[in-house]
């Protein structure tokens, strides 16, 4: 099998390369390890940049996230008995729009396979070579069976724990990595909204987040020991929990409903440089992960692949390579940006130990956050997405013909 572009994973950051590429007539195929269906009922975490927005509306694909997708223009910090709003429209004139990764993923899945794109499901890579040739090739096995793609590039969309980024020799990346003492407790529930925005709350219990999936659907978090066991945690000890992290004393509350999921996330920082080597480049979760605590995941791959879709138009449109050489260096400046702010949200909202003097400096820096409007739109302009530095990387001309708004 033959193609230019083969893509390894199948989830938002494949799947809207290959959406991309074919909007700007380049062959690609993607390998995705698990089924359609798998793929389509994975629930995930939906809170979705400006940016990310604006991109799946400019490419075709967003028409059913404006039509079920729930535009917030803020959200809450809760600390210290208070509940503050984070003006993010009114700082910024950008908002998010909570929508979920499955949704996303089907909206692509569906709109590549009605424009006859090739997505070969249940197909698990099973190694990567030649990365350094002019033909590199990817080994998968489908149906029992072994075969090979060949191609001119390979993305490596497979996440933290697939093929892609291992294929990196040892001596050719530097990994870096922060796990944290803690993890979330998260669970979805049959009930209508808690709330109009989410709400972070930093509470001498821990962490807690109140969010949204639809208006039957609810999503909630609160901070707990990483080796805990979810099945431990019975319907009424949860919301005993979110009850006393939450409840407010002007009599709002949590509202409680038929919990039909439920799980344990750890929570880390990871990124690995550079997020290139020979005609393999990494994407998403397989180059970087963040701590959910800022919304970033799913924003910073479509961030990435907006980044590589460009230099491989450039490639193939201009014969350019030097924004496909480029591609790690202008990635990771966004992602160390996105990786201080998850990390200096969850600094800020979670309980690290028993130790009072951090907890008093917490409220501080969400009393400061909450009251300097350089500090709540230093917050909204990471939250709601820094701009995409593209622009500048390619001349007038060019930049017509490759960048998304021309799709």
Known sequence: MRTQVGIVGGGPAGLLLSHLLHLQGIESVVLELRSRKTLETEIRAGVLEQGTTDLLVKSGVGERMWREGAV?????????????????????????????????????????????????????????????????????????????????????????????????????????????????????????????????ANHERGFSLVSTRSPEIQRMYFQCDPDDDAEAWSDDRIWEELHARLDTRDGWTVTEGKIIQKGIVAMRSFVVEPMRYGRLFLAGDSAHIVPPTGAKGMNLAVADIQVLCRALAGFYLYNRTDLLERYSEICLRRVWKASRFSWWMTSMLHRFGDDPFQHRLQIAELDYVTSSRAAATSLAENYTGLPMELDSELPAREREQTAPSAF
Do not use: M
Not at 127 to 141: A, K, T, Y
């Open 72 to 200: 917030h223009h803020g959200i809450n910090l809760q600390f210290s008995g208070r509940r503050e709003r984070i003006d993010l429209s009114g700082l910024t004139g950008r908002a998010i729009t909570l929508y979920g990764q499955h949704e996303v993923v089907k909206d692509l899945i569906r709109t590549r396979l009605d424009a006859g794109g090739r997505i070969l499901f249940e197909a698990g890579a099973t190694g990567l070579h030649d990365l350094d040739s002019r033909e590199p090739r990817i080994r998968f096995q489908k149906d029992g069976e072994e075969h090979e793609l060949r191609c001119d590039f390979v993305v490596g969309a497979d996440g933290f724990h697939g093929v892609s980024r291992p294929s990196i020799p040892p001596q050719a990346r530097t990994e870096y990595e922060r796990k944290y003492p803690f993890g979330w407790f998260g669970i979805l529930v049959e009930a209508p909204p808690s709330t109009n925005e989410l709400i972070y």
